[in-house]
Nanobody, 114 residues
Framework: QVQFVESGGGLVQPGGSLTLSCAAS????????VAWHRQAPGKQRTLIAW???????TCVDSVKGRFTISRDNAKNTVYLQMNSLKPEDTAVYYC????????WGQGTQVTVSS
């Protein structure tokens, strides 16, 4: 069973950038569609970006062109580069597979505010 520990969140001004990291306890290469999800205040957790073992990445429309997901199998780590951040990106960010079938980590809080 793979477990995830997310980090890298914080407070950033609109238009700023952050890079989130997700360290996996097991081999990240076993996770076919590694993904980032987020949960905004008062809302359900939603899938925002994923990357499969073939290297193909997909982002939902709300973050397309601003967020980039990547993985380093040797380091068992998944990254989320976030640029041009908006207040509506404020959320707790989690990694998992695309279906969220692994145990959820604590997440990392991202707050976009001036």
């Amino acid at each position: 069973q793979v477990q995830f520990v997310e980090s890298g969140g914080g407070l950033v001004q609109p238009g700023g950038s952050l890079t989130l990291s997700c360290a996996a306890s097991g081999s990240i290469s076993r996770v076919y569609d590694v993904a980032w999800h987020r949960q905004a205040p008062g809302k359900q957790r939603t899938l925002i970006a994923w990357l499969n073992r073939d290297g193909r990445t997909t982002c939902v429309d709300s973050v397309k062109g601003r967020f980039t997901i990547s993985r380093d199998n040797a380091k068992n780590t998944v990254y989320l580069q976030m640029n041009s951040l908006k207040p509506e990106d404020t959320a707790v960010y989690y990694c998992n597979n695309i279906f969220g079938t692994f145990h959820w980590g604590q997440g990392t809080q991202v707050t976009v505010s001036s």
